[in-house]
């Protein structure tokens, strides 16, 4: 997966960089819009993350000139978020649009939608080591156990085992689940974790939903450490 | 300060204008009327001369008085020849007088009175004359008796003259009584103007005596004062909003610097960092959590609406948030039942997330067990909803003042967990977006805490949320 990340701000840039590497992108930076621009029109990437203001050329324009060429999926983050800014860049051709501050764990999931557009179809069945989730008859089994579980606590394992290994923020776990997309100080996914934890990993040795302090949760077998 | 902007200068020329106007009026008609009286004046003096004369002429005996007639005639003429006599007739020893050119040429009836002017006159004589036919007594003869209008037209360019002074110097007198009057009415506006001038933006609490001032201006003031009132609420609500999101801003912020330092002062295994760090994020996510709240704040405040409303049941809406909220109530061990209905164009999004807080913030005060009651109504163009959970009264002072940004019943409150006290500030806020108001009432151990939304897509939505 090859990224092209143009932002003029260098700490963030930096982050972008070593963050997504460690993910697993092979990452292009520029520094300016012409620089952005530039390697935009010559390199086929996979998906482009572009700040909106840029010294040289704005993120909108280099988009313009973008789409004029190709379909590059394209991210943008942006420090103004009224609604017309949000339009103006949508109109713009971008795929999709990140307001700083945001968090890392959210650029990659909005990543992720984006290259996976198209992908194949999906299995009836996820598993997650010895947890078996079977998507059509809406049932969860782990260790050959049937695991009863509610309409929204199922919801909720299906989005982490879709995701396994990937951490889920709160804020991506609620707008998949709930289809809530808007901020709230309620521990509504805190409370939905800790139930369904109770369920799937309380009468087992080894846990598979596991939280990660400050940034979410994560669905995967961990080897006992 | 130019006359036409300043009142004082208005005024005085405005007294003037009227002087002029009155003195004027009352000029042109003293005018007139000297007019006629002199005209009459005139015409009787030439008449009375006429009439002596006439009958002088009418008992007239023979030829032999002649001389004597001539002589009084003489007597009559006044040196400054403002009355003067003439006699025409074919006898040259009746004929009396310069019979000049003009004189030979009138011709007036015999009541009529006209007009001559003799060499270089500027004034023209009035005259009459008679004719006496031929008679036993004396052969036909015309007599003419004239009086100069010089002096009368004299005594009119006199009475003008005087007049215009009068009435130009009356005017000056009007407008200088005019000025002061102006002057002194106004200076309570002066005084006024320097107490307002004299207000100091660090002493809010000062306003303008309305004491010594005239009715006129109290009510001014009163209300000058009013908006000085509110403006001082605003300004302490600003205050001390910027001293809450300082001291909610403070917290995190220390805990990230204090704790980077700690770290960094000495060499630190893996896990320790990691712990670190993970803590950091905890605080910097609440720091993002203000930020976004306050820019949501600040962007409904300068009038931004909702893009796309949607009209749609109300109860469907807040049945999706109870849903999303029910591991929480079940957690709470606390039951909602939404009552009635109401249909109105609303932002999916904001209209639950202003739910969502309600809804919170009742869980959060109620008692395992309780109810929680959302009533749904629709009156006045509006849809309201309301929120209401069993729980001790809350203080009449501090329902107001619910919706304030970081305003908080309990004040020690402050260690604050998962709430910084933007909750009920966003559904203002909303509620504002939709063109609608908030609302709370405590008693009876049931307080209701809700906001309305109006029910018409595109009718007033110029209000100022900054006043609201």
Redesign the interface.
């Known amino acids: 997966m090859k990224i092209l990340v143009v932002e003029d701000e260098l700490k963030i840039a930096d982050y972008l960089y070593t963050g997504l590497t460690e993910q697993g992108y092979s990452v292009d930076l520029a520094h300016d819009g012409l620089d952005g621009q530039h390697l935009a029109l010559e390199v086929d990437y996979d998906v482009i993350v572009l700040d909106q203001m840029l010294p040289g050329l704005n993120g909108l324009a280099l988009l313009k000139s973008l789409r004029a060429v190709k379909d590059t999926p394209v991210i943008i983050l942006t420090a103004r978020?009224?609604?017309e800014d949000r339009?103006k860049g949508l109109q713009a051709g971008a795929d999709d649009y990140l307001?700083k501050?945001f968090?890392f764990i959210e650029l990659l999931a909005r990543l992720q939608a984006l290259t996976r557009r198209g992908r194949k179809q999906e299995a009836n069945e996820l598993h997650v080591g010895d947890l078996v989730i079977d998507l059509m008859a809406r049932k969860a089994f782990r260790d050959g156990s049937r695991i009863d579980l509610t309409a929204?606590e199922f919801a909720l394992l299906t989005v982490l085992a879709r995701h396994q290994g990937h951490i889920l923020s709160k804020t991506a776990i609620?707008e998949m689940v709930?289809?809530?997309?808007?901020?709230?100080?309620?521990?509504?996914v805190e409370?939905?974790i800790k139930?369904l934890r109770t369920k799937i990993d309380g009468p087992f040795k080894t846990g598979l939903l596991h939280t990660v302090?400050?940034?979410g949760y994560v669905l995967e077998e961990r080897s006992a450490p | 300060m130019s006359p036409v902007h300043s009142i004082t200068g208005r005024l005085t020329a405005m007294f003037a204008l009227a002087a002029l106007l009155v003195l004027s009026l009352l000029g042109y008609a003293l005018d007139r009327e000297l007019a006629t009286v002199l005209e009459r004046q005139q015409v009787e003096q030439l008449d009375t001369k006429f009439q002596d004369i006439d009958y002088v002429l009418q008992r007239l005996r023979g030829p032999e008085q002649w001389a004597r007639i001539h002589a009084k005639l003489d007597a009559l003429t006044p040196p400054n020849r403002s009355t003067q006599y003439w006699i025409l007739s074919d006898d040259p020893r009746i004929r009396y007088g310069n019979a000049l050119a003009e004189i030979v040429g009138i011709r007036l009836g015999a009541n009529s009175v006209g007009e001559l002017r003799i060499g270089g006159q500027v004034e023209p004589m009035l005259i009459r004359s008679d004719y006496l036919p031929a008679n036993e007594r004396h052969a036909a003869l015309r007599f003419i008796v004239g009086v100069d209008s010089g002096p009368y037209a004299r005594t009119r360019r006199t009475f003008r003259s005087v007049m215009l002074v009068s009435v130009s110097g009356g005017m000056l007198l009007a407008a200088l009584i005019g000025y002061f009057i102006a002057h002194s009415g106004l200076v309570p506006l002066k005084r006024l103007s320097q107490e307002a001038y004299a207000l100091s933006p660090n002493m809010l609490s000062q306003r303008l005596m309305t004491a010594k001032l005239p009715a006129e201006l109290s009510d001014l003031v009163g209300s000058f004062n009013g908006a000085l009132d509110r403006l001082e609420v605003a300004y302490q609500q600003l205050e001390s909003f910027n001293a809450d999101v300082t001291h909610e801003l403070r917290t995190p912020l220390t805990n990230l610097i204090g704790n980077t330092q700690v770290a960094l002062s000495r060499e630190r295994s893996v896990p320790q960092l990691v712990e670190v760090?993970?803590?950091?994020?905890?605080d910097?996510?609440r720091l993002?959590?203000i930020?976004?709240?306050m820019?949501?704040l600040a962007?409904a405040n300068l009038g931004?609406r909702p893009?796309q409303l949607l009209f749609t049941s109300l109860a469907t809406e807040v049945h999706?948030t109870i849903?999303?909220?029910?591991?929480?109530l079940e957690?709470a061990q606390v039951s909602v039942r939404v009552q009635g209905d109401a249909r109105a164009p609303i932002e999916s999004?904001?209209f639950?997330?202003a739910v969502?807080?309600l809804l919170?913030n009742a869980i959060r005060h109620s008692e395992p067990g309780a109810e929680i009651v959302v009533e749904l109504v629709s009156r006045d163009g509006q849809a309201h909803v309301s929120v209401s959970n069993p729980g001790p009264d809350i203080p009449h002072e501090h329902l107001g003042r619910l919706f304030d940004r970081f305003y908080r019943v309990d004040a020690s409150r402050t260690k604050s967990g998962?709430?910084?006290g933007l909750?009920l500030a966003i559904v203002k806020a909303v509620a504002a977006m939709h063109a609608g108001n908030v609302f709370a009432a405590s008693s009876d151990g049931i307080t209701t805490v809700g906001f309305s939304v109006s029910t018409g897509a595109h009718e007033k939505q110029n209000h100022n949320p900054l006043i609201s």
């Not at chain 1, 709930?178 to 509504?188: E, I, L, S």
């Not at chain 2, 849903?323 to 929480?328: A, G, K, N, P, W």
């Open positions: 978020d009224r609604i339009v307001v501050p968090s929204k609620a709930w289809d809530v997309n808007f901020d709230t100080n309620a521990n509504v409370v939905a139930r302090r400050g940034m | 760090l993970q803590s950091n994020l905890e910097l996510e993002r959590g930020v976004n709240d820019l949501f962007r931004e893009q999706k849903e999303f909220l029910d591991f929480l957690e999004a904001l639950c997330r969502t807080n919170h998962e709430s910084h909750g």
